[in-house]
């Protein structure tokens, strides 16, 4: 025994270290996609080679610290930059982070580990323990990765997000799909790759069915893709501005000091002043680019409007909004500002979903001392609808602001206002120039598909784009650099929502009947084996 530990170490150790690479290196920024699809591979490989649920849940819970260690680097800077703690310290707390990041993936190995163990998958036969991989242990690992809370919603999909010739498929099951089509594949390749870890033969048949479903995904795909209407109602032509401020100027301007405030406002009418040569029908500012209460009087607040009012064209920003509930709080709000034959029509939305530790701290309104302990963190208030602005041709925007775009749940709600285009303002200069900001922006992207609705995405440092209601992206601007972007946005004349916005993830229900099938058909092959 003691001669034989430390290679099934090592092999462990090198499964998991290539099961995490292979999912971090698919997403942002090194996107070598195909890799993902080696992650079932080396993942199950590893948790049918330990000997119990512990153990499987200790390797899942390494393999969680490889993918959080590679693909959300990011938070030492956000900690060391904002906690204004050292880089050693941040480090540090980071690690921690890594622990408890993606707690799905040491779940989903007990769990299959235990299941594998208590229905004796090795005395089925061949042709059943494969089925029991192609489809039994993918839907759990789908089931898994979507009901175990993350700090930032993201799937295995997620990845192919910009491979709109596979993932058409989204306006009928979200992206759920997806990772069960990733997991699907990746099993079913493990058996065959790597016969030494998995028992018995592998049947040449089970490769049809991640096959079929890669095959159905790519038809509907090109189908949709070939015949969805080309010829909208009309265009929508929109400005992005990104001033490249970072968070450190805005909280100087929030604070109220008024070379900064004017430096903000500044930087932001000169870039929408150069964009207007290309007669714009609307204009949009990133989340908090007017750093001030925008609902209030003010000489500032007067500069904006009677900007508006001289450039003609509609502004659509992100802004703050008195709380009629507290004194102390505002609210995140996104304003729409119209000029009108008499005076300006003024729209306001107020942030839903506020980020943890970043616009409120947990249990702070239970115990109000946590924010004296940590100054650094705000304290807004949350708002409750998710109200819609209408231009004044008709064009309905359905805002977001920031992470609101990533949860799927919400936008659903969005796109029921009966809306043209989704609008999401974003800040995401707190992550400095790391590959963050093109993670953040690529977990949005579904959103377009699934709702066929067109995505107009804004941030104040990058990277901002336009998706059109088919996942394909616009030209992107650069992270941490000043730009614009005049964008051909195509609006769709009806508003119906998609079978995905009516019905949700129904796609996990349908998961959780088809595993449960598939236990109770293994259980009685079991006894008809036994008889």
Known sequence: MLKTSPPILLRNFRLAVLAGASVFLAFETFRLVPFILFFPVFFNALIFSVSSSRKAFFWGFFVSFIIM????????????????????VSALLFLGFCGFGALNFPVFAAASFWLNETLKAKELTHSQRALWFAIGIPALFTLIEWSVPKLFPWYLGH???????????????????????????GSVLGLYLLP????????????????????????????TLNNFSTTPAKTLRVA???????????VAAEQGISSRVDSVLN????LTEQTLAARPQLIVWPETAIPFQMDTLGHRQESVR????????????GAYATSPLHAYRDYNAAFYLEPGPADLRTEIYYKNILLAFGEYLPLGDLFPRLYAAFPQVSDFERGTDQRAFTMADGTRLGVSICYEAIVPSFMRKVAEQKIHAFINLTNDSWFGPTSEPYLHGALSVFRAIEHRVPL?????TGTSFTVDALGRLSRRTPVYDSATLVSEVPIRPETQLTFY????????????LIFSLNIVFVRGKRASLLV
């Open 69 to 88: 260690l590679g693909g959300f680097y990011w938070v030492t800077y956000v900690i060391h930059e904002f906690g204004y703690l050292p880089w050693s």
């Open 159 to 185: 990845s192919l997000y910009q491979q709109s010739w596979l993932i058409q498929l989204c306006e009928i099951t979200g992206s759920t799909f997806f990772s069960f089509l990733i997991y699907c594949c």
């Open 196 to 223: 030494g870890h998995f028992p018995g033969k592998t049947p040449k048949w089970i490769g049809l069915i991640p096959a079929s479903l890669v095959v159905g995904s790519i038809f509907f795909s090109l189908f």
């Open 240 to 250: 992005l501005i990104q001033a490249n401020i970072g968070s450190l100027d805005k």
């Open 267 to 270: 930087r932001y009418k000169s």
């Open 306 to 317: 009677s900007f508006v009012k001289e450039i003609g064209v509609p502004l659509l920003a």
């Open 456 to 460: 107009i995405r804004v941030t104040n």
């Open 501 to 512: 916005g009516r019905w949700g993830d129904w796609f996990i229900g349908f998961l959780l």
